[in-house]
Protein backbone atom coordinates (compact mmCIF):
# COMPACT_ATOMS: atom_id res chain seq x y z
CA UNK A 1 0.00 0.00 0.00
CA UNK A 2 1.18 3.33 -0.81
CA UNK A 3 0.31 7.01 0.02
CA UNK A 4 0.64 10.04 -1.37
CA UNK A 5 -0.90 13.21 -0.93
CA UNK A 6 -0.50 17.24 -1.93
CA UNK A 7 -2.38 20.17 -0.93
CA UNK A 8 -4.41 22.36 -3.42
CA UNK A 9 -6.61 25.29 -2.31
CA UNK A 10 -6.65 24.41 1.06
CA UNK A 11 -8.05 21.08 0.31
CA UNK A 12 -5.58 17.73 1.44
CA UNK A 13 -6.11 15.43 -1.41
CA UNK A 14 -4.76 11.48 -0.17
CA UNK A 15 -4.53 8.64 -2.79
CA UNK A 16 -4.39 5.22 -1.61
CA UNK A 17 -2.65 2.99 -3.92
CA UNK A 18 -3.34 -1.13 -3.59
CA UNK A 19 -4.41 -3.27 -0.91
CA UNK A 20 -6.54 -1.88 2.01
CA UNK A 21 -6.94 -5.13 4.38
CA UNK A 22 -6.43 -6.61 7.61
CA UNK A 23 -3.02 -6.97 7.13
CA UNK A 24 -1.91 -3.30 5.79
CA UNK A 25 -4.50 -1.95 8.05
CA UNK A 26 -2.03 -1.11 10.98
CA UNK A 27 -0.02 1.15 8.32
CA UNK A 28 -2.63 2.97 6.58
CA UNK A 29 -3.78 3.77 10.29
CA UNK A 30 -0.33 5.21 11.40
CA UNK A 31 0.51 6.83 8.27
CA UNK A 32 -2.87 8.97 7.69
CA UNK A 33 -2.66 9.85 11.31
CA UNK A 34 0.34 11.52 10.92
CA UNK A 35 -0.10 12.80 7.36
CA UNK A 36 -3.68 14.27 9.14
CA UNK A 37 -1.31 15.59 12.01
CA UNK A 38 1.58 16.96 10.42
CA UNK A 39 -0.40 18.50 7.09
CA UNK A 40 -0.57 22.08 7.82
CA UNK A 41 -2.98 24.61 6.15
CA UNK A 42 -5.80 22.43 4.93
CA UNK A 43 -9.26 22.85 5.58
CA UNK A 44 -11.14 19.69 4.00
CA UNK A 45 -9.75 16.05 2.98
CA UNK A 46 -10.60 14.48 -0.45
CA UNK A 47 -9.57 10.47 -0.16
CA UNK A 48 -8.77 9.08 -3.89
CA UNK A 49 -9.65 5.62 -3.88
CA UNK A 50 -9.27 5.32 -7.92
CA UNK A 51 -5.85 3.39 -7.20
CA UNK A 52 -7.10 1.01 -4.56
CA UNK A 53 -7.06 -2.44 -6.05
CA UNK A 54 -8.65 -4.59 -3.26
CA UNK A 55 -11.12 -3.60 -0.04
CA UNK A 56 -12.74 -5.25 2.48
CA UNK A 57 -15.35 -4.04 5.56
CA UNK A 58 -11.59 -3.46 7.67
CA UNK A 59 -11.29 -0.47 5.39
CA UNK A 60 -14.36 1.02 6.63
CA UNK A 61 -13.56 0.65 10.09
CA UNK A 62 -10.20 2.00 9.38
CA UNK A 63 -11.89 4.89 7.58
CA UNK A 64 -14.56 5.77 10.16
CA UNK A 65 -11.95 5.60 12.73
CA UNK A 66 -10.17 8.79 10.96
CA UNK A 67 -13.11 10.23 10.89
CA UNK A 68 -13.94 10.95 14.20
CA UNK A 69 -10.74 12.08 14.66
CA UNK A 70 -10.86 14.60 11.53
CA UNK A 71 -14.42 15.31 13.37
CA UNK A 72 -12.97 16.91 16.44
CA UNK A 73 -10.93 19.20 14.21
CA UNK A 74 -14.24 20.48 12.10
CA UNK A 75 -12.21 18.76 9.03
CA UNK A 76 -14.94 17.15 6.41
CA UNK A 77 -13.48 14.22 4.56
CA UNK A 78 -15.39 13.38 1.06
CA UNK A 79 -14.51 10.03 -1.48
CA UNK A 80 -13.88 10.31 -4.84
CA UNK A 81 -13.76 7.07 -7.71
CA UNK A 82 -14.30 4.09 -5.58
CA UNK A 83 -13.87 0.58 -7.54
CA UNK A 84 -17.38 -1.19 -7.58
CA UNK A 85 -16.88 -3.37 -4.39
CA UNK A 86 -15.50 -0.29 -2.38
CA UNK A 87 -18.67 1.94 -3.38
CA UNK A 88 -21.24 -1.35 -2.69
CA UNK A 89 -19.43 -1.73 0.66
CA UNK A 90 -19.46 1.87 1.55
CA UNK A 91 -23.13 1.95 0.70
CA UNK A 92 -24.19 -0.86 2.50
CA UNK A 93 -22.60 0.55 6.17
CA UNK A 94 -23.75 4.16 5.07
CA UNK A 95 -20.43 5.31 5.12
CA UNK A 96 -21.42 8.13 2.14
CA UNK A 97 -23.45 9.51 5.55
CA UNK A 98 -20.41 10.67 6.99
CA UNK A 99 -18.07 10.93 4.19
CA UNK A 100 -19.88 12.12 1.52
CA UNK A 101 -18.61 10.72 -2.68
CA UNK A 102 -17.65 13.51 -4.76
CA UNK A 103 -17.09 13.30 -8.72
CA UNK B 1 -20.91 -32.42 -14.15
CA UNK B 2 -17.30 -31.84 -13.89
CA UNK B 3 -16.06 -31.44 -10.29
CA UNK B 4 -12.65 -30.08 -8.81
CA UNK B 5 -11.49 -29.82 -5.36
CA UNK B 6 -8.43 -28.21 -3.49
CA UNK B 7 -7.82 -28.01 0.47
CA UNK B 8 -5.12 -25.90 2.10
CA UNK B 9 -4.38 -25.02 5.71
CA UNK B 10 -2.24 -22.34 6.79
CA UNK B 11 -1.89 -20.04 10.18
CA UNK B 12 -4.55 -17.65 10.91
CA UNK B 13 -1.91 -14.47 10.02
CA UNK B 14 -2.94 -11.08 8.24
CA UNK B 15 -0.40 -11.63 6.30
CA UNK B 16 -1.84 -15.04 4.66
CA UNK B 17 -4.93 -12.87 3.58
CA UNK B 18 -3.98 -11.91 0.22
CA UNK B 19 -2.67 -15.30 -0.51
CA UNK B 20 -5.98 -17.04 0.26
CA UNK B 21 -8.18 -14.87 -1.70
CA UNK B 22 -5.19 -15.11 -4.73
CA UNK B 23 -5.61 -18.85 -4.15
CA UNK B 24 -9.46 -19.10 -4.93
CA UNK B 25 -9.07 -16.52 -7.63
CA UNK B 26 -6.63 -18.72 -9.47
CA UNK B 27 -8.84 -22.10 -8.80
CA UNK B 28 -11.60 -21.13 -10.07
CA UNK B 29 -10.06 -19.46 -13.87
CA UNK B 30 -11.21 -22.57 -15.44
CA UNK B 31 -15.00 -21.58 -15.30
CA UNK B 32 -13.90 -18.15 -16.66
CA UNK B 33 -15.09 -15.88 -13.96
CA UNK B 34 -15.86 -12.35 -14.79
CA UNK B 35 -13.78 -9.83 -13.33
CA UNK B 36 -16.77 -8.26 -11.10
CA UNK B 37 -17.71 -12.14 -10.01
CA UNK B 38 -13.63 -13.09 -9.11
CA UNK B 39 -13.87 -9.59 -7.18
CA UNK B 40 -16.56 -10.77 -5.42
CA UNK B 41 -15.24 -13.60 -4.57
CA UNK B 42 -11.72 -12.45 -3.39
CA UNK B 43 -13.73 -10.15 -1.19
CA UNK B 44 -15.76 -12.09 1.26
CA UNK B 45 -13.10 -15.00 1.02
CA UNK B 46 -10.77 -12.31 2.77
CA UNK B 47 -13.98 -11.15 4.79
CA UNK B 48 -14.50 -14.44 6.60
CA UNK B 49 -10.28 -15.13 6.81
CA UNK B 50 -10.20 -11.95 8.58
CA UNK B 51 -12.86 -13.13 10.84
CA UNK B 52 -10.35 -15.89 11.88
CA UNK B 53 -7.48 -13.75 12.16
CA UNK B 54 -9.36 -11.13 14.34
CA UNK B 55 -11.83 -13.17 16.16
CA UNK B 56 -11.56 -16.83 16.22
CA UNK B 57 -8.07 -17.14 18.21
CA UNK B 58 -7.88 -14.58 20.84
CA UNK B 59 -5.11 -16.16 23.09
CA UNK B 60 -2.41 -18.55 20.36
CA UNK B 61 -2.44 -18.11 16.90
CA UNK B 62 -4.32 -21.02 15.30
CA UNK B 63 -4.96 -22.65 11.93
CA UNK B 64 -7.41 -21.97 9.42
CA UNK B 65 -8.85 -24.53 6.62
CA UNK B 66 -9.62 -23.66 3.69
CA UNK B 67 -11.37 -25.98 1.24
CA UNK B 68 -12.83 -25.06 -2.42
CA UNK B 69 -15.38 -27.12 -4.76
CA UNK B 70 -16.22 -26.26 -8.40
CA UNK B 71 -18.97 -28.32 -9.57
CA UNK B 72 -19.96 -27.16 -13.65
CA UNK B 73 -19.93 -23.48 -12.85
CA UNK B 74 -21.04 -23.09 -9.29
CA UNK B 75 -18.14 -22.26 -6.56
CA UNK B 76 -18.26 -23.83 -3.14
CA UNK B 77 -15.64 -22.32 -0.77
CA UNK B 78 -15.53 -23.74 3.57
CA UNK B 79 -13.18 -21.78 5.74
CA UNK B 80 -13.16 -23.41 9.07
CA UNK B 81 -11.49 -22.83 12.42
CA UNK B 82 -10.75 -24.04 15.59
CA UNK B 83 -10.90 -21.04 17.69
CA UNK B 84 -13.69 -19.79 20.55
CA UNK B 85 -16.60 -20.05 17.78
CA UNK B 86 -19.43 -17.64 18.04
CA UNK B 87 -22.47 -18.31 20.72
CA UNK B 88 -25.08 -16.14 19.04
CA UNK B 89 -25.01 -16.70 15.32
CA UNK B 90 -28.01 -14.86 14.97
CA UNK B 91 -26.36 -11.34 16.12
CA UNK B 92 -23.21 -11.89 14.69
CA UNK B 93 -25.02 -11.62 11.20
CA UNK B 94 -26.73 -8.39 12.28
CA UNK B 95 -25.61 -5.68 10.07
CA UNK B 96 -23.21 -3.52 12.42
CA UNK B 97 -22.98 -5.77 15.17
CA UNK B 98 -19.17 -6.47 16.29
CA UNK B 99 -17.84 -7.78 19.38
CA UNK B 100 -14.74 -5.12 18.89
CA UNK B 101 -16.46 -1.92 18.91
CA UNK B 102 -13.71 0.04 20.07
CA UNK B 103 -11.11 -1.57 17.42
CA UNK B 104 -12.44 0.21 14.94
CA UNK B 105 -14.43 -2.64 12.93
CA UNK B 106 -18.00 -1.84 11.36
CA UNK B 107 -19.44 -5.24 11.59
CA UNK B 108 -19.96 -5.57 8.34
CA UNK B 109 -18.24 -8.74 7.17
CA UNK B 110 -21.06 -11.52 7.48
CA UNK B 111 -22.79 -8.58 5.45
CA UNK B 112 -21.04 -8.18 2.65
CA UNK B 113 -20.26 -11.55 2.00
CA UNK B 114 -23.84 -12.39 2.60
CA UNK B 115 -24.50 -9.79 -0.45
CA UNK B 116 -21.39 -10.61 -2.68
CA UNK B 117 -22.14 -14.78 -2.52
CA UNK B 118 -25.09 -16.28 -3.58
CA UNK B 119 -25.21 -17.84 -0.80
CA UNK B 120 -24.05 -17.89 3.67
CA UNK B 121 -24.37 -20.81 5.51
CA UNK B 122 -22.51 -19.78 9.38
CA UNK B 123 -22.18 -23.33 12.00
CA UNK B 124 -20.48 -23.19 15.20
CA UNK B 125 -20.93 -25.65 17.60
CA UNK B 126 -18.48 -24.81 20.21
CA UNK B 127 -15.06 -25.50 18.67
CA UNK B 128 -14.98 -23.13 15.89
CA UNK B 129 -16.50 -22.06 13.43
CA UNK B 130 -17.23 -23.03 9.70
CA UNK B 131 -18.22 -20.55 6.99
CA UNK B 132 -19.44 -22.36 3.88
CA UNK B 133 -20.04 -19.72 1.02
CA UNK B 134 -21.69 -20.62 -2.55
CA UNK B 135 -21.65 -18.72 -5.91
CA UNK B 136 -22.83 -19.49 -9.70
CA UNK B 137 -20.49 -17.80 -12.34
CA UNK B 138 -22.31 -17.40 -15.04
CA UNK B 139 -22.21 -19.16 -18.60
CA UNK B 140 -20.42 -17.14 -20.94
CA UNK B 141 -21.30 -17.41 -24.43
CA UNK B 142 -18.17 -18.85 -26.49
CA UNK B 143 -17.12 -16.34 -28.75
CA UNK B 144 -18.12 -12.68 -26.70
N1 LIG C 1 -14.29 -17.10 13.05
C1 LIG C 1 -14.88 -16.47 14.09
N2 LIG C 1 -14.62 -16.87 15.37
C2 LIG C 1 -15.22 -16.24 16.41
N3 LIG C 1 -16.06 -15.19 16.30
C3 LIG C 1 -16.34 -14.75 15.06
C4 LIG C 1 -15.77 -15.34 13.90
N4 LIG C 1 -16.24 -14.70 12.81
C5 LIG C 1 -17.06 -13.74 13.26
N5 LIG C 1 -17.15 -13.75 14.61
C6 LIG C 1 -18.02 -12.87 15.45
O1 LIG C 1 -19.04 -12.33 14.64
C7 LIG C 1 -19.04 -10.90 14.74
C8 LIG C 1 -19.50 -10.28 13.43
O2 LIG C 1 -18.55 -10.53 12.38
P1 LIG C 1 -18.44 -9.49 11.17
O3 LIG C 1 -17.38 -9.93 10.26
O4 LIG C 1 -19.79 -9.27 10.60
O5 LIG C 1 -18.02 -8.13 11.90
P2 LIG C 1 -16.59 -7.73 12.52
O6 LIG C 1 -15.56 -8.70 12.10
O7 LIG C 1 -16.76 -7.51 13.98
O8 LIG C 1 -16.30 -6.30 11.82
P3 LIG C 1 -15.76 -6.09 10.31
O9 LIG C 1 -15.87 -7.39 9.59
O10 LIG C 1 -16.66 -5.05 9.71
O11 LIG C 1 -14.37 -5.61 10.45
C9 LIG C 1 -17.63 -10.54 15.16
O12 LIG C 1 -17.57 -9.29 15.81
C10 LIG C 1 -17.26 -11.71 16.08
O13 LIG C 1 -17.78 -11.50 17.38
MG1 LIG D 1 -15.32 -9.26 10.11
Known sequence: MQIKSRIVNKTLYILLSGELDEYTAPNVRKTLDTMLETEKGFIQIVLDLSELTFMDSTGVGVLIGRYKKMREKNKPIFITNPSRNAERIFKMSGLYEIMPKIV | ?144
Open chain 2, 1 to 144: MKKNSMEIKFKALAENEPFARNVVAGFILPLNPSLNELDDIKTAVSEAITNVVVHAYPQNTGYVTMKVTTQDNYVTISIVDNGIGIQDIERALTPFYTSKPNEERSGMGFTVMESFMDKLEVISNGSGVTVKMGKAIEKKVAGL
